[in-house]
């Protein structure tokens, strides 16, 4: 779960790192008020993507009116394929240093990862291309966290020595979210030096890990759902399905993730674009095999569907009357196109051609008679 | 001979009174797989279709020698069942189960380092299987046959997939191997090819990679150094869109990072031969 910048700041608030005082405003006028309270502020869009600077969704106000006027041009932008639903006005640091400081999981090292830069206030990626050296690293170990010397090891590597008594608690802060929120990303982007010597959170990232929400109840209750999902993701995940909006037309059922995505390229091959990525799993169960059409077929622009089925403990002739069930229930007269192998295939093959579904031979083939059906 | 799985394997289950479980167990028993024990704590003592079952891993490998473990247990525990396992002596572990927190198998990872004898297949994967021989999660035996293919895969029914078009075409597999899904995971496709590359039984190598990561090209630089095998590589997801997870927790492209693009390009360059389609595997590993 990605949480916008104004829900991260108030959960690292909740860890102990320090951030601006801030108010969220969903039109000009609570701009204008957060202005009045706090001063001077940045209004800042809420939405989960970076770059928001370079994109305008980020503006100085100094006055009350500057504010709403912000606000108001903030407010229903597009950004990077999000509609901006409201602002946080922060009050203005008066800023001397900007450190970049993140945590992220480390695939390659199958750990996390604890990066440290006095280059902040850009993107890390970008840093890490172009001067990987001002990049001080730390793969912490899992069991007992960072240590206090570890960390100020790192912060002299980092060249921010003069700050390290300050960033070391900060950074054991920050970690926390961690162990208690199962976090994968943990972001202070820049975090600011102010004029005074104060370190202060001036964006915030977190994103945590999905597979824990089971127990981070809490955290989920709060915070799942306020970001806007697509309508038809919304939809298959109401039905716990794996399901990914693309732009496509032509509508997709594979069972196992890499089968799936493998069908999704077979597409592109043929000519043709997938509308989504449909995973059903291993089993293929008919009411799963429905589900997952239904909310496929909601989709105005699907103008076909293709369902790549490999049948291993599943029998391909369950299978095939699965998949004519769903179709008539949900009286589908799109062009369907279906692709079954493995176990009892010619007896599935066959169920599919008496109702009236010519099977396709293989994956490629299916892909190209569905891309010719759908053009 | 082949890798992992051989005739002197014994596995218990974790997790065997499920009902993936106790399904799957049943169909390694049919396969001649030496199950030798279950573990469910709270069951010891009773039995399920003549295999023991135990409280602990501990007095199942005390009771039976088991030297490998098959993990159906629910993402909750599974991750500490993967520790019992690896504390108690268990040399592969096979952990099937979908949906482990990512910061368990972070931990996970931090206490094998004190096991270095342990190997971990997995999680979020369906097991491995060595044809005439046995297997150990839920790869359907039907479309394996013995033979000197090594297929080492991240996803499932495309190992199923690969498997079936081979045999149907008369190559046989040495052993079948899927390392799993997810982003932080046990034995990586080098550790796997490692082990191909000294089986003598293996002639033949089909890699199975997907977007997300970067162990296909760790792979491909190892092949690519030198190796007696035939191989041929397939990635999928050349199509996803960047940032979206694919299905997969692990198949995700961040930024420029864990493209099929860079994966199909350090094979190449490795010079082992990509096949553009699942159906072009056959093709490429067959001479002329």
């Known amino acids: ?375 | 001979m082949a890798i992992l799985l051989t005739d002197t394997t014994r596995v218990l289950i974790q997790g065997m009174t499920g009902r993936e479980g106790s399904f799957h167990t049943g169909q390694m028993r049919l396969m001649g797989t030496k199950v030798v024990a279950g573990v469910t704590p709270g069951k010891g003592g009773t039995s399920q279709d003549e295999v023991p079952i135990f409280d602990t891993v501990a007095e199942a490998k005390a009771a039976t020698h088991a030297n490998a473990s098959g993990i159906f247990v629910p993402p909750p525990y599974a991750a500490d069942a993967i520790m019992e396992s690896a504390a108690n002596g268990i040399e592969l572990i096979v952990c099937m189960t979908e949906g482990i927190p990512i910061q368990d198998m972070i931990r996970v990872k931090g206490f094998l380092s004190d096991f270095p004898g342990v190997r971990l297949l997995g999680p979020n994967c369906p097991g491995l299987l060595t044809p005439g021989v046995g297997k150990i999660g839920i790869i359907p035996q039907r479309f394996s046959k013995p033979g000197g293919v090594g297929i080492v895969a991240r996803s499932g029914t495309l190992t199923y997939e690969t498997m079936a078009a081979l045999t149907a075409a008369g190559m046989g597999q040495s052993t079948v191997v899927g390392i799993g899904g997810d982003p932080i995971n046990g034995m990586s496709f080098v550790d796997v090819i490692r082990l191909f590359e000294a089986d003598p039984a293996t002639t033949h190598l089909a890699i199975i990679g997907e977007i997300g990561g970067s162990d296909e090209e760790r792979a491909a630089e190892l092949v690519g150094a030198g190796s007696r095998l035939k191989a041929v590589a397939f990635i999928s997801g050349r199509t996803a869109p960047e940032g979206k997870r694919m299905g997969h927790a692990g198949a995700i492209v961040s930024g420029n990072r864990g493209t099929a693009k860079s994966k199909e390009e350090a094979f190449r360059a490795a010079g082992v031969a990509v096949a553009e389609t699942t159906d072009q595997i056959v093709g490429l590993l067959t001479p002329d």
């Open chain 1, 1 to 375: 779960m990605k949480l916008l910048e104004y829900q991260a700041k108030a959960v690292l608030a909740s860890l102990g790192v320090p951030i601006p005082p801030g108010r969220t405003a969903s039109n000009g006028d609570e701009a204008a008020e957060a202005c009045r309270e706090l001063g001077p502020v940045a209004v800042k869009a809420q939405v989960p993507v970076g770059g928001r600077g370079k994109a305008g969704g980020i503006k100085l106000a100094q006055s009350p009116e500057e504010a709403r006027a912000a606000a108001t041009a903030i407010i229903g932008m597009d950004l990077k394929g999000f509609r901006v639903p409201l602002v946080y006005c922060e009050a203005a640091l008066d800023i001397a240093q900007e450190i970049y400081l993140g945590f992220t999981v480390d695939r390659d090292h199958r750990n996390n990862i604890l990066m440290l830069s006095a280059k902040g206030g850009i993107d890390i990626e970008e840093v890490a291309e172009t001067s990987s050296d001002s990049i001080a690293r730390l793969h912490p170990d899992p069991w007992r966290g960072p240590l206090d010397f570890e960390l100020n090891q790192l912060a002299f590597a980092a060249g921010l020595g003069a700050h390290a008594r300050a960033l070391v608690p900060l950074i054991k802060k920050l970690y926390r979210a961690i162990p208690e929120l199962d976090a994968v990303t943990a972001e202070i982007n820049p975090l600011v030096v102010t004029r005074d010597g104060q370190l202060i959170a001036g964006d915030a990232k977190l994103e945590t890990d999905e597979n824990a929400a089971f127990r981070q109840r809490a955290l989920e209750e709060r915070y799942a759902g306020t970001i806007a999902l697509d309508v038809f993701e919304e939809e298959a995940k109401k039905r716990n399905l794996t399901y990914v909006s693309l732009d496509g037309e032509v509508g997709i059922i594979g069972n196992g993730a890499g089968l799936c995505m493998g069908t999704l390229d077979l597409i592109e091959r043929a000519g043709g674009s997938a509308a989504n990525f449909c995973d059903i799993g291993g089993g293929a169960r008919a009411e799963v095999v429905e589900n997952a059409l239904a909310v496929i077929l909601m989709n105005p622009r699907v103008r076909g569907v293709l369902i790549n089925i490999f049948g291993g403990i599943t029998r391909g002739d369950e299978v095939a009357r699965g998949l004519i069930a769903a179709r008539d229930n949900l009286h589908m007269n799109l062009p369907l196109v279906v692709r079954l192998s493995g176990t009892n295939e010619e007896e599935g093959r066959e169920i599919l051609k008496q109702n009236g579904i010519e099977p396709g031979a293989n994956g490629w083939e299916a892909a190209q008679r569905i891309v010719a059906l759908t053009r």
